[in-house]
């Protein structure tokens, strides 16, 4: 461990507290007003896994394959979605005593549309979009304000889901 002195660190209160650590407690408050329901810690993940997919993008021209990873937790940020285990059956998570499936549009999709299979399990869909510059937005849907259709698939287009609620 680094000794701490004026370098790396400031004398408050008779004590030497690191410049790190003050820049760290910033972040977490810029952080919490940006995402006032969040697990903080799930914050610095979702960040570091939105800036490595944009990255591997920009360097490569092709895309991780981390995009449904990254909807989910934005939906646990944001709406403070609990997430189930990894290819758990039925939803992908638990928000109150609502299942939650989560469908996220991907950056290099050609339409702003989704396939959801009515038989799972949910009483509430969280619709993701990444744009192609990487942006994040979701739109939390109940299940019965979702329209009718005949069989078992619905196709969800972005811009026919009302408006966006709950985002930062």
Known sequence: MQQLGPDNAIWDDGEWISWDEINEQIQYKEWRAKYPNAD??????????????????????KHL????????????????IKLHRNYAQGSDGRLGNDLVEV?????????DRVTLNLRRNF???FLVKITS?????????????LPR????????????IGAERGEP
Request: net charge negative.
């Open 133 to 145: 510059d990487f942006e994040v937005r979701g739109k939390l849907i109940p299940r019965k304000a």
């Open 149 to 160: 259709v005949k069989g078992d698939k619905l196709v969800l287009e972005w811009a026919d």
């Open 123 to 125: 009483s509430m869909v």
């Open 40 to 61: 903080l810690s799930l914050v610095s993940i979702f960040e570091d896994l939105i800036c490595t997919a944009e990255q591997y993008h920009m360097h490569t021209g």
């Open 103 to 111: 469908k996220t549009i991907t950056p290099f999709k050609s339409n």
């Open 65 to 80: 394959q981390v995009y449904g990873d990254i909807g989910e937790l934005y939906g646990a940020i944001t709406h403070g």
